[in-house]
């Protein structure tokens, strides 16, 4: 067992014996209460289902095994020269719950490492997509076409022990993030850059490697670093996140569910939105002829949208009353890199006016910025123009925070999940309706 695997199997199993007592012991306490309006509004703040790898308040923002965005930032152990921290030492912090040291982050960086080769096989099938595919296309097909490299599918027929599901699990999912990086860098050159593709780097971290591989410079390698921690995880209840989960709850394997995830991510309700406000933005900057708007100018035009029946793309999220964290650190490192870009001048003034005209018209309930609202902006400064490669980027950060969730819930044994369903009828004569 690497010194990597042994400090989560330590995890576990000082894990296991809470979950067994709340099942044993408490499994009739009430947690929550249903209405039908939640029922039929898509579960919406249903308490359902566990993770200890994140939690998203309705105030701080997401917090990963505690933390805030900021106190994640802070104190992890950053590349040397950079402002980032390493992403492989964020996936030990999701993992274990643990603060990594530099010899911790150098477990993972020698994990992924030597498990980064892509089969030939993968590529090929990539290349035989038709080129004008959308790119979440070629990376899900990339993803399932390597299912035949699941270790948890040859032991689990050889017979394993349902404690041992988690080991499997990890080598898969290990096998599948090392790989991820070079197989998004690749789609990338492959649909946009005319098929040159750039190789991978030997003992460079993900950051540098991705960057380098994508063929943009320096300071890319932060912002893919930035990126991919910050859109990790974001609970279990998003689309992609509970896919993922559930997929893998049938135990199905990690190229499965994480194809699966994937394919969630995909929708314009989910993971399309930050290119869909980038778009939009465009479209602002083309109606004001691309000068930078005085804030009258610009609430004229937003009061102008909301007039028109139409929405500010980028502004509120189900979940949070307060401006995303996620959005304050891409803004943060936007004022020191990208102060004089004008789509950004866009953005910091959007930032300023669309919060009070929102709360003015009082229709919103988190009148406040979403992730979405500045993450296409950063790539697109950087030369990564390419609208529909973005879900690619949210996708390969979101596997870090899946994979490491069903890691967990195999270790602790969560069973497949099987919600209950009610018909109209049903609802109708709960709410007294007479037919």
Avoid at 68 to 93: A, D, N, W
Avoid at 174 to 187: S, Y
């Amino acid at each position: 067992m690497t010194a990597l695997k042994e400090k989560l199997f330590e995890k576990i199993v000082a894990w296991r014996p809470r979950t067994a007592r709340l099942l044993k012991e408490f499994s009739e306490v009430k947690v929550d209460e249903v209405n039908i309006g939640q029922i039929i509004g898509g579960m919406r703040d249903i308490k359902s289902m566990t993770t200890d790898i994140s939690y998203l308040d309705p105030q701080e923002g997401i917090r990963f095994r505690g933390l805030t965005i900021p106190e994640v930032l802070e104190k992890l152990p950053k590349v040397p020269g950079s402002e980032m921290p390493y992403v492989e030492g964020f996936f030990f912090f999701l993992l274990t719950g643990d603060i990594p040291d530099e010899k911790d982050i150098q477990l993972v960086v020698n994990e992924f490492e030597s498990r980064k080769k892509v089969p030939e096989y993968v590529f090929d099938v990539i290349r035989a997509i038709p080129i004008d595919s959308h790119p979440m296309t070629m990376l899900s097909a990339a993803i399932i076409t390597m299912q035949r490299e699941s270790v948890f599918v040859k032991r689990y027929e050889n017979g394993l022990n349902k404690n041992d599901y988690w080991d499997p699990t990890y080598e898969d999912s290990l096998n599948l993030m090392a790989k991820l990086p070079e197989i998004a860098a690749f789609i990338y050159r492959l649909k946009y850059k005319n098929g040159s593709v750039i190789p991978s780097l030997n003992n460079a971290d993900w950051g540098e490697n991705f960057a380098h591989m994508m063929g943009v410079s320096e300071p890319y390698d932060d912002v893919s670093r930035l990126y991919f921690i910050l859109h990790s995880d974001h609970e279990s209840g998003n689309v992609s996140a509970h896919t993922g989960h559930l997929v893998a709850s049938a135990l199905s394997d990690i190229y499965y569910s994480i194809s699966a995830m994937l394919n969630g991510l995909a929708g314009p309700l989910h993971g399309l939105a930050n290119q869909e406000v980038l778009r939009w933005i465009q479209d602002v900057m083309n109606k004001m002829g691309g000068k930078i708007p005085t804030e009258d100018e610009m609430k004229k035009f937003v009061w102008d949208t909301l007039k028109s029946g139409h929405v500010i793309p980028g502004f509120g999220h189900a979940v949070l009353r307060k401006t995303d964290p996620r959005y304050m650190a891409q803004r943060e490192f936007s004022l020191k890199h990208l102060h004089e870009d004008p789509i950004f001048k866009y953005v910091d003034m959007l930032y300023k006016v669309v919060p009070p005209i929102l709360l003015e018209q009082g229709k919103a309930k988190n009148p406040w910025p979403n992730v979405d609202s500045q993450s296409g902006v950063i790539q697109w400064h950087y030369g990564v123009k390419e609208y529909d490669f973005y879900t690619v980027l949210f996708g390969v950060g979101r596997a870090l925070g899946v994979c490491a969730n069903i890691i967990w819930a195999r270790a602790l044994g969560y069973p497949l999940e099987r919600p209950k369903s009610l018909t109209t009828d049903m609802l109708e004569e709960i709410a007294g309706i007479k037919k």
